[in-house]
Structures are given as structure tokens and as C-alpha cells.
């Protein structure tokens, strides 16, 4: 908790808004777990664009909907709203040093410190680091059988995460071990009791925090001097200005929070692109024959531009199912957005889904229609913010080509090879948090092609 005890508590006076607080403790968190884009459409409809409710802990919160309210929590070129007062209280407590949790300077240095581990050539490495893990996991997939897809990818992910991020073999005995770890930390993201009591999840949270934390750090001499070409491996071996290494406990803290921020929502976005790619076969064809179009066997970097219908369902799927369904902000002073006076301190929650299906920005917003991404509509340039899968501004995602890529690459293997079929009127409920997809997971069947 230490990034509230520096910001200060909260503004709780919201009273000048409309809104409901919900039950004590819990607030609105019920419902916003629940169905998050129907309570926030339940809020607009019923108080307009700005309202108030509390969330867990009974944290006040302000619900501010629309892409005005987006641009200025987002863009935000004079620093009227804090990242680290937004995530402090949820993702500060197992990821103080993550980068969403940090702002201004110390935020641009740990930007600046991980741009090499992003630039086209460490891209580059990773495709063929990825390519022979995600094939031999597609080999592997039952064939004529149903299966719960969320639960194969989330393996294929975590190998991928294995290789990429911490440049382990991902069958050794090591990288399954991490895997669990990394699980039980998440753990503690999702509970209600984010508390270091005994036997509590958290503990148990904080606890697999530290055993990634005595691997990385007892690993980082081992990296130095090496010229391997892992994600931790490359900020093991950066250097400032002044050719000085990164220290250990912001390594760890990098490390720790980019497996955070990339393996689930990739997950989440497989998972939901499937779902759309099932329910929509014509769609499915016109992908499949774009990736037949590509020459390599094994994908190249260079490939991933040709894929360009892929991204259109890429990008509509997150549309609908952005992997973050709601982004959190703190103002640093009194602010004045849309007309509307937001008083210093408050926490603001924004939500992607619901500008990403608003009638004024988007033609049939409820249509799978990934066209309406090609440069002859590119309705997601009408307006700046309408479109926040990836968010805006200073922490705009850092790994939004990374996760494309990933996907990229997934679906040329899978579409190439086999036809994917969702049951008979196959009509799922969606889970919205943690991550948004199919609650049953996604039962799929696969045909050879
Ligand atoms: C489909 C996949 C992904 C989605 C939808 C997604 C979404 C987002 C969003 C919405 C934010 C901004 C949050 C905010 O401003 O409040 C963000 C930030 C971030 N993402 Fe992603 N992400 C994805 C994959 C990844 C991957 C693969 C990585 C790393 C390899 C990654 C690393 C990060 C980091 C480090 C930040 C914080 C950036 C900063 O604070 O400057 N993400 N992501």
C-alpha cells in the first residue's frame, strides 16, 4: 500500500453526483464482477455519463463514461491524473514497482528502461523463439473431440511466457514450477481481502511474490554478460546513460510486472477471438485463406504486416471483450472534463467496452463487422478515445505488438491446420472480471483441414 500512504487518502465526497454506494464493504463490486458493461450502461442510462458508486473496501469511485473522459484521464498532457493513485490499492499491493503504478518521472525512466526489450529487433527474436513452442502445442491439440480451449491456450501462454520472458525451456521442471507461482500470486489480485493474515490468500500471494522475486534476483549475475535474448536476459544487460545496470529490485520489478500485464489478457484475447472466429465461419475462411497466402512455414516478423485481416479480427474482438475492461485513475488536483467538476483526489474508473459500443461512434456497435477497421471506415479514428483496448496516452500498452504478434501467429498454425466449431446455438455467458470470456471457457472442437 505504500503509493496511497504517499498520494494521501481519497476524496470520499462525492455528493454533488449522482450514483449509488451499494452494500457496506462491498459496494457495487458484485455486480461490476458480474456484468461490468451492463452496470456501467445501467449507470448511463440512469444518471448520465458521470456517477458514483464504491467499489471493495468501499473505495468511492467516480464512473466516468465516454471518450471526453477517456482523452483527459489518458492523454492527459498536464498531469491532472495519477496511474499510481488509480492502481495503488488493487495492483500496488503485489506490484509496487510495476510500471502502471508509477508516474511522471519515475514512470518515463522505467518506460525508457524497458523500450529495448520492445524495439523491432528484440521483436524479431521473439517470433522465433515463439514459432516452434506454439507449433508443437498445436500438434498436440485433440483432434475430433471437444476440448476447453481457455484452458489449452492459457498452457500454450504460459510456455510461451517460460521462453520469451525468463528464457527457460518451458518443458524444465523450473518453468512449471513459475508457472504455479505466477498463478498463485495472481490469486491475490482477485480477492476481496487483500490482507497479510495468516492462511489468507494474500499471504499465500505475497509469499509466491517473493519466490519470483528470489528467482530473478538470484539469477540476474548469471544473465549479465550473457548475450541471450530473453526479455529478463535484455534488462539484465541494460544500461543508463552512464553505462550503469538497471538495479536488482527494479529488474524484478519489471519482470515481475510484464508477465502480470502480458499472459492473462493475451489469454483472454485468444479465447474471445476463437469465440468470434466460431460463431462467424465466413470470417473464419477469409482469415484462413490470408494465411495460406503466406509463404513461410515459420511465420517471420516481417509476415505479421501481411496478416492484415487477422488484425481486423483481432482489433473487433477486443472491441467487444477488451482483455481491460475498466482503467482506474486518481486526479492530482480539482479538474474540469466535459463540463463536469471532478474535485482533487478522486478515483475515477473509465470503461473501454462501453465507449466501444456507443451508437455516436460506431455504425451497428453490436455487429461483428472487423471491416469497419480497414482504412476506408477506420471508425475507430472518428475520435481519438472511442477505441482503448490498449489505452492512451503516457501508459498506452507497451506490449500491444508483442500480444498481436503472439496472436498472429497462434491463429496462422491453428487456422491453417484445422477448422474450428463451436457447439449448436452456442450462446455463453461472458465473465467480465478478472479477464472477459467465456464463463464455460469456450468448448471447441477442431477438424483437420
Ligand atoms: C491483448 C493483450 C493486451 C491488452 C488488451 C493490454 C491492455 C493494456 C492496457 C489497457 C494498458 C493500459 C492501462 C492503463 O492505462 O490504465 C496496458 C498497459 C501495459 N501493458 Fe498491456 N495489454 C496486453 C498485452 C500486453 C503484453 C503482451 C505486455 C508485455 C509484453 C503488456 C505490458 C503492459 C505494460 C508494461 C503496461 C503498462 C505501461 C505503462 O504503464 O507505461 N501488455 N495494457
Known amino acids: 500500500m505504500q503509493y496511497i ?20 464493504y462491498l459496494g457495487k463490486t458484485v455486480e461490476i464482477v458480474k456484468d461490468t ?12 455519463p458521470i456517477s458514483r458508486l464504491d467499489m471493495v473496501r468501499n473505495q468511492r469511485v467516480l464512473m466516468c463514461l465516454g471518450p471526453e473522459f477517456n482523452e483527459a484521464a489518458l492523454f492527459d498532457p498536464k498531469g491532472n491524473f495519477s496511474a499510481a493513485g488509480g492502481y495503488g490499492s488493487s495492483l500496488g499491493t503485489l506490484y509496487p514497482e510495476g510500471m502502471l503504478v508509477r508516474d511522471d518521472k519515475k514512470h518515463k525512466r522505467t518506460r525508457r528502461a524497458s523500450q529495448p526489450a520492445f524495439k523491432n529487433d528484440a521483436l524479431k527474436t521473439y517470433v522465433e523463439m515463439m514459432n516452434p513452442i506454439q507449433e508443437r502445442r498445436i500438434q498436440d491439440l485433440p483432434v475430433n473431440e471437444e476440448f476447453i480451449f481457455y484452458d489449452n491456450i492459457q498452457k500454450t501462454l504460459m510456455d510461451v511466457a517460460a521462453k520469451v520472458f525468463l528464457g527457460l525451456d518451458e518443458r524444465s521442471p523450473e518453468a512449471q514450477k513459475l508457472n504455479d507461482t505466477f498463478e498463485r500470486i495472481n490469486k491475490g489480485l482477485i480477492t476481496p481481502f487483500p490482507y497479510d493474515l495468516p492462511f489468507s490468500p494474500f499471504r499465500k500471494s505475497l509469499a509466491a511474490r517473493q519466490e519470483l522475486r528470489n528467482f530473478l534476483t538470484s539469477n540476474i549475475p548469471l544473465r549479465r554478460g550473457t548475450d541471450r535474448k530473453d526479455m529478463f536476459s535484455r534488462y539484465c544487460n541494460a ?4 553505462g550503469e545496470y538497471l538495479e536488482d529490485v527494479d529488474i524484478d520489478g519489471h519482470i515481475a510486472f510484464l508477465l502480470f500485464a502480458a499472459f492473462d489478457t493475451t489469454t483472454s484475447a485468444l479465447t474471445n477471438i476463437l469465440y468470434y472466429l466460431g460463431k462467424n465461419p465466413g470470417w473464419q475462411e477469409k482469415v484462413r485463406n490470408e494465411l495460406f497466402e503466406v509463404k513461410n512455414e515459420m511465420p517471420t ?8 485481416l487477422t488484425e481486423y479480427v483481432f482489433q473487433e474482438t477486443l472491441r467487444f471483450y477488451p482483455s481491460v475492461m475498466i482503467l482506474n485513475r486518481r486526479t492530482t488536483r480539482d479538474v474540469t472534463v466535459a463540463g463536469y467538476d471532478i474535485p482533487a483526489n478522486t478515483v475515477i474508473m473509465l470503461s473501454p467496452p462501453f465507449t466501444h459500443r456507443m451508437e455516436e461512434w460506431w455504425s451497428n456497435p453490436h455487429e461483428f463487422d472487423p471491416m469497419r477497421f480497414s482504412p476506408e471506415r477506420a471508425e475507430h479514428k472518428k475520435h481519438g478515445f472511442s477505441y482503448i483496448p490498449f489505452g492512451g496516452g503516457a501508459h498506452k ?32 455467458k461472458f465473465m467480465h472480471v478478472h479477464l472477459p470470456r467465456p464463463i464455460d471457457g469456450l468448448p471447441i472442437t ?3 483441414i
Open 397 to 428: 500498452c507497451i506490449g500491444m505488438h508483442f500480444a498481436m504478434m503472439n496472436a498472429k501467429l497462434y491463429l496462422f498454425r491453428l487456422l491453417k491446420n484445422y477448422k474450428v466449431t463451436l457447439r449448436d446455438n452456442y450462446n455463453p
Open 37 to 48: 458493461l451492463g452496470y456501467c450502461n445501467y449507470h448511463y442510462e440512469k444518471y448520465g
Open 301 to 308: 516478423f516481417d509476415d505479421m504486416a501481411e496478416m492484415t
Open 5 to 24: 500512504e504517499q498520494l494521501g487518502p481519497d476524496n470520499r465526497d462525492l455528493s454533488m453526483f449522482p450514483g449509488e454506494y451499494g452494500l457496506p
Open 446 to 448: 477442431l477438424t483437420r
Open 239 to 242: 544500461q543508463d546513460e552512464d
